[in-house]
């Protein structure tokens, strides 16, 4: 077996969760490395979708924004903003959307608005974007964040987008929320009726106490604990040429248009 | 008739102080020789509406340009903050700004009612979070069929939306390729249209779906070749995305970001200049 960095078993594990055909709202980061690597191996009919416009995108190398170029060459259609979010997300076309955030609570409530008060902010983040709803209208969503005391917190500062928050199925939104969790140290998912993050499954070699001391909130543990198969030679190998395809690509100098 | 004017004169002529402006263009497509020249015009009491700020408006809210700032995601795409953004908001420096947030699938349909001269847009959104009860311009409609409870955001209607584009013809036409973001909706809502273009051509390539401003909607045209520098305009030059990261430190300090405005935007006459003292510098 291989060598493999915590990222790569993220970015595997997450890439597993995807099944062939279905319709995916991606991000920039690891959602897109994730998504992107699931098209290349077990799933290459996903479609991507990327707020920026673009539908059935299927890039040769990672994006470093969400309205990249070769986004758009490599597209079945390329389509306004506003019709992404009201024809396809509101509409409930889209089955996976992505989300991370800068702060979690143990429902999968999101903030990236602000730390501090709304008013008086002691850290401006930049905000909802296409979150909030995302969060709402995606059939599921899968959040992806790397897990720390400071980004898992008892109490959100601001919620920017609704997990599993009281009232959620009388809410409108059309989604049933986060589905799953995938950090670092472990694999999360809601359980019981409240829809409390709850370590389901854990990496080789990264015992249930590293998630336990990553995470702010006391961190419920299945009883039964499944152990991820680590990353193969395969999804390896093509992970490891996307993202050297996507370095090389972004090294390539741009000149001045003058 | 649309006017064919330099950019300079575009802006003299068009855009007053505490007008509302949209800068739009969704990654693509960012009109920043336009806002450099805002900065060199030393317009100020802007109400700007864009739905990602991005650099373009970093330097604007910088500058102390802006009075209230409408949008819905204000970071550097792909690095991190907006450091100008982020101080203003903070510490109000240089100036206090005003802020009336919105998600994008909000600020989306805000502009759509804008173009269509509806007085707010609808979405079934807002939900689950806490940002209705923090900005009072986002409501909610019970929908007189359904009896449904729908989230309404105001109409968007700029005094002037400015784009870039890779052209327009001799007619005033405008031509859009590739991601378009919610540009054609904020053109149509803006009381005037002021584009900014890589090139001037005798006749628009056939474009039957196209994204295509017609040239009674167009208030100017300006031919302003590398105007979305650092973003891009497809078929013409990349996205920047080196100077992407580097403005992460040029806007992380007052002083060096003011250096930076005063000497590369300030010190120089048009875009053309702007770009050939990037050169000098690099």
Redesign the interface.
């Known amino acids: 077996m291989s060598e493999y960095t915590r990222d790569e078993m993220m970015t595997v594990a997450a890439a597993r969760l995807l099944r062939d055909g279905q319709v995916c709202f991606v991000g920039i980061g690891l959602p897109s490395a994730a998504c992107n690597l699931a098209r290349l191996t077990h799933a290459p009919e996903l479609v991507l979708i990327y707020e920026s416009g673009t539908i059935g995108t299927r890039p040769t190398v990672l994006p470093l924004s969400i309205g990249d170029g070769e986004l758009a060459e490599t597209a079945t259609c390329v389509i306004p903003l506003p019709d992404i979010f009201s024809d396809y997300l509101q509409a409930g076309r889209i089955d996976i959307g992505f989300l991370g955030a800068a702060q979690i609570d143990r429902f999968g409530n999101l903030n990236s608005t602000v730390i501090g008060s709304y008013d008086k902010p002691k850290t401006r983040l930049p905000g909802a974007g296409g979150a909030t709803e995302i969060a709402a209208h995606a059939r599921q969503v899968f959040v992806v964040m790397k897990a720390s005391p400071r980004s898992f917190v008892k109490k959100i500062d601001f919620q920017t987008s609704g997990g599993h928050f009281p009232g959620r199925p009388q809410s409108g939104a059309r989604g049933a929320g986060p589905a799953v969790l995938v950090t670092d140290v472990g694999i999360l998912k809601p359980h019981g009726e409240s829809g409390e993050f709850t370590l389901s499954a854990v990496y080789p070699g990264i015992p249930a106490d590293e998630a336990r001391a990553a995470i702010g909130w006391p961190l419920a543990v299945l009883p039964e604990l499944d152990t991820c198969a680590p990353p193969t030679a395969a999804e390896l190998e093509v992970l490891r040429a996307l993202e050297a395809r996507t370095a090389a690509a972004h090294r390539e100098p741009v000149r001045l248009p003058l | 008739m649309t006017e064919f004017l330099p950019l300079k004169d575009a802006i003299a002529k068009h855009v007053a102080d505490g007008d509302c402006l949209a800068l739009e263009g969704?990654?693509?497509l960012i009109p920043f020789a336009a806002g450099h020249e805002l900065i060199r015009q030393g317009r100020k009491d802007l109400h700007l509406a864009r739905?990602?700020p991005d650099l373009v408006y970093d330097q604007l809210i910088g500058v102390g340009a802006a009075r209230k700032l409408t949008?819905?995601?204000?970071?550097n795409?792909?690095v991190g903050?907006?450091h100008r953004?982020?101080d203003a908001?903070?510490n109000g420096w240089p100036c206090a700004l005003e802020i009336d947030?919105?998600?994008?699938?909000a600020m989306?349909?805000g502009?759509?009612a804008g173009a269509a001269r509806l007085p707010f847009g609808m979405?079934?959104?807002?939900?689950?979070?806490?940002?209705p009860a923090?900005n009072p311009r986002i409501r909610h409609v019970t929908c007189p069929y359904t009896g449904?409870?729908i989230a309404t955001v105001p109409a968007v209607n700029p005094d002037v939306t400015i784009l870039h584009a890779q052209r327009a013809d001799r007619h005033g036409n405008v031509a859009i390729d590739?991601?378009?973001?919610?540009?054609?909706?904020a053109a149509l809502a803006a009381a005037k249209l002021l584009v900014t273009v890589e090139q001037i051509v005798d006749e628009l390539p056939p474009a039957m779906n196209n994204?295509v401003l017609p040239a009674f909607t167009v208030t100017a045209v300006s031919q302003v070749?590398?105007g979305a520098?650092p973003s891009?305009?497809?078929g013409?030059?990349?996205?920047?995305?080196?100077?992407?990261l580097r403005w992460d430190a040029i806007a992380r300090d007052r002083g060096g970001f003011t250096a930076w405005i005063d000497r590369h935007v300030r010190a120089t006459r048009d875009h053309?200049g702007f770009?050939?003292s990037?050169?000098e510098a690099a």
């Open positions: 969704f990654t693509h739905m990602t949008f819905s995601w204000g970071g795409p792909g903050s907006l953004l982020r908001v903070e947030e919105h998600s994008h699938a989306a349909v502009y759509r979405l079934r959104g807002y939900i689950g979070t806490d940002l923090r449904e409870n590739g991601i378009v973001g919610a540009a054609r909706e994204i070749p590398g520098w891009y305009a497809h013409h030059y990349a996205r920047d995305n080196d100077f992407y053309r770009l050939a990037l050169r």
